[in-house]
């Protein structure tokens, strides 16, 4: 188990690596070829105009339609977030995850800590950060974020089983990015797995369960 744990731990280490070498390496041939393709940029500048107006309408059309632009919600696929109290998720999540699939690809490395069960929270936790609850409020749909007390129970319980192997807390899962319970909309952990919702005034205000 100890093994499968650090392989995870490895394996999110890398994904780290290779995606900040994939936006800051260019290749030699993409370097050598610009200079070569400045005239044929010149000659697309009214192709590009036109794409620019094309998007300008496709942004007003998203104005118009904000339940669209802000996503709808789904039925919840994820193996590793069965079982909790909502079978609903919204996308795309904190993380930028488009996809439940795309999020599951990242979740998935989580699965050796989850199952030695170095915190009860940690699947809640994580479930609610790659696979959010839907709120559903005055016709939008919007993900809810886990309070910052979901965070700390689960890091506490896991964050020296991680410093055993040599490795710390992931920063896109730092616990001060979330909010405190009772500012504002949040996943309670409290052992119940229910977000904690106050109806904004004058709104009508549910969990997509």
């Known amino acids: 188990m100890l093994g499968e744990i650090r392989h995870a731990l490895i394996g999110i280490w890398l994904t780290r690596v290779t995606n900040c070498a994939q936006i800051n390496v260019l290749s030699p041939s993409e370097s050598v070829s610009l200079d070569t393709t400045t005239v044929q940029r010149v000659e697309m500048f009214p192709t590009v105009m036109s794409s620019n107006v094309m998007l300008g309408v496709v942004l007003a059309l998203s104005m118009l339609l904000p339940s669209q632009a802000q996503g ?35 979740l998935h490395q989580f699965s050796p800590l989850v199952k030695v069960g ?83 005034t004058g709104g009508k205000t549910q969990l997509n369960y």
């Open 118 to 200: 170095c915190s009860s929270d940690l699947a809640h936790f994580l479930c609610s950060v790659y696979a959010p609850y839907c709120l559903v409020s005055k016709n939008l749909a919007t993900p809810v974020p886990p309070c910052r007390s979901l965070c700390n129970s689960a890091k506490q319980g896991c964050i020296g089983l991680m410093q055993r192997f040599g490795f710390s807390w992931p920063d896109s899962l730092r616990c001060d990015r979330f909010p405190k319970l009772g500012e504002e909309i949040c996943v309670d952990g409290n052992g119940i797995n229910k977000a904690t919702a106050q109806p904004p």
């Open 72 to 106: 709808v919600c789904e039925p919840l696929t994820i193996p590793l977030c069965q079982g909790f109290q909502y079978n609903n998720t919204i996308f795309p999540n904190m993380l930028n995850h488009t996809s439940q699939q795309e999020a599951a690809l990242e």
